[in-house]
Each structure stands twice: as C-alpha cells, then as structure tokens.
C-alpha cells in the first residue's frame, strides 16, 4: 500500500491564481480530511469528508473548496489564492471516525 | 467543543533524561486521545493512542502516556531521551464527532 499520497510537494503562486492540491489513499478508507500547518498553531482543520459525496467545513474553511467524487481522492482546490494561504497542508484518511489517523507527506505551499 | 492545550512550545532536555510533555483536553464525552510525532520536513506518525480500557498506554520508540480523566490530561513520557527523539509532538482528541483535534505542538530539543 501505498498510504496517503499528496501532489506536488512543493508549490509557488502568486497573489489570484489557482490550483488544486492532490490527495489520494488506498487503503479504502472512508474518512478524508485537509489540514494546515502554521508555526504555532498546530494543525487546523480546514475541511472534512465522510464518504464520498459528503463533505464538510472544519474550522478554517474560508478560500478553500473540496469535492469527494471516489472513495480514493481529496483535492483541494484554492480558487483564488493569497498570502495568508501560505503554508504546509496535510491530507489524512482513517478508516472510522475515532480509528488512527494516517498522514500523507504534506504540501508546501508559498504564495507571493 | 473538544479542545486541546499542550503546555510548553518547546521543551528542552539532555540525553538520557526523562521526557515529560503535557497534553490537557477537554471533551463532553469521553474521548479518544492521540500522540502523534513530526520529524523535520515530514508528515505525522502515530505514537500511541488511548480509546478504552486500561489508562496507561505504552507507544512506539520507548514512549507511554496515561490517562487520567479526574485531571483531564494525557502527558507523554519517556524514561530516557535519544539524540533521535528531537522532534515535534503534538495531541489531538477525538470525540464522538468525525473531527479530530490538535494541540498546537511541542518542539522537544534533546542535548548531548
């Protein structure tokens, strides 16, 4: 297995652009969620989803937007990204809703 | 609302010390409690988790926490640091809800 897998690593945007941060899992889990991760702050939540089709907003959701068409994928997609926005993002995946939660290796992302 | 306070940003100790790092939670039902680690320029690992039964919880690489609901804390401990324990620890606590909730992370240094 492969785990959780994120694309790219690493990422540079400018102040408007777009893009869509990839994650995917294998391991057939139903709990997907993206978090971000700032100096001093931990990991927030940004937004979660249950199976595919249902989605949901953790505590910082703003400028951020996800879909969960298959069980497998998470993107996350920034429609019109800012400075504020830079940061290390992680995608999870756990099977239930207390079960362990599995990590992939982050996305770094700089915004000018 | 679940929440969770690390006590310490960073934490300081020589090799071959004892580790303590405190982790206090609060929940309205009872919780799932995690410890999770991140080595530099990675995702997060599980260290040990606590669901129900016995309070005290031994993890990997020689570290163990322990539950106690009267103090509402979950302190992670081990008997002698390693060079390879520097690193950052974070907490997290699951309630009945699908979130899962971090502390904002402890920066554990290790002397030689």
């Known amino acids: 297995n492969a785990g959780v897998t994120q694309t790219p690593k690493f990422q540079v945007l400018k102040t408007g652009q777009s893009m869509t941060l990839q994650c995917a899992q294998d391991?057939?889990?139903?709990?997907m969620s993206w978090y971000r991760q700032d100096p001093g702050m931990g990991l927030r939540l940004i937004h979660y989803?249950?199976?595919?089709?249902?989605?949901d907003q953790g505590e910082v959701p703003n400028g951020y937007n996800v879909s969960r068409s298959t069980t497998e994928d998470f993107p996350l997609r920034l429609l019109s990204a800012a400075p504020s926005q830079t940061s290390v993002y992680f995608c999870?995946?756990?099977?239930?809703?207390?079960?362990?939660?599995?990590f992939g290796p982050g996305t770094r992302l700089l915004v000018l | 609302a679940q929440s969770v306070t690390q006590l310490g940003s960073h934490v300081s100790v020589s090799e071959g010390a004892l580790v303590l790092l405190r982790c206090n939670y609060s929940s309205s039902v009872p919780p799932y409690l995690f410890w999770y680690v991140q080595y530099p320029n990675q995702g997060l690992q599980l260290l040990l988790k606590?669901?129900?039964?016995?309070?005290l919880v031994k993890g990997i690489n020689g570290f163990e926490a322990e539950f106690k609901k009267s103090e509402t804390s979950f302190h992670l401990t081990k008997p002698s640091a390693h060079m390879s324990d520097a690193a950052e620890y974070f907490c997290a606590v699951s309630d009945s809800s699908y979130k899962l909730i971090f502390g904002s992370g402890t920066r554990l240094l290790v002397r030689p």
């Open positions: 999870a995946s756990r099977r239930t809703g207390r079960e362990t939660q599995y």
């Open positions: 606590y669901t129900t039964g016995a309070t």
């Open positions: 391991m057939n889990h139903e709990y």
């Open positions: 989803s249950v199976g595919a089709g249902i989605t």
